[in-house]
């Protein structure tokens, strides 16, 4: 079973950077793509980032490119989000997705496992 675990959250000012992880285990990930989505209070989960876990495809939304950062270390089944330049509408829970398809893409409703969640709040 794929297991997700998400760290790295926290309380920024607006400027500020964080480094969000995720731990994944349970399965060989070298056929997966995984991504980063977000939820602020009230509104829908949102893609963030994603990655093929083999390397060479890499996407982000409009609203982070340029800022966000998104890689793997594959010696340690980990994935980043080096966020930089953080503003306050850049607060809510981050999670970390995985699918069984190494394509990856921006559809919340396209992965097949979810982390628990880790809360970014970034004030002004």
């Known amino acids: 079973q794929v297991q997700l675990v998400e760290s790295g959250g926290g309380l920024v000012q607006a400027g500020g950077s964080l480094r969000l992880s995720c731990a994944a285990s349970g399965r060989a990930f070298s056929n997966y793509a995984m991504g980063w989505f977000r939820q602020a209070p009230g509104k829908e989960r949102e893609f963030v980032a994603a990655?093929?876990?083999?390397?060479?495809?890499?996407d982000y939304a409009g609203s982070v490119k340029g800022r966000f950062t998104i890689s793997r270390d594959d010696a340690k089944n980990t994935m980043y989000l080096q966020m930089n330049s953080l503003k306050p509408e850049d607060t809510g829970i981050y999670y970390c997705?995985?699918?069984?398809?190494?394509?990856?893409?921006?559809?919340?409703?396209?992965?097949?496992?979810w982390g628990q969640g880790t809360q970014v709040t970034v004030s002004s």
């Open positions: 990655i093929r876990w083999s390397g060479g495809t890499i």
């Open positions: 997705a995985a699918r069984l398809v190494a394509t990856p893409t921006s559809r919340v409703g396209s992965y097949d496992y």
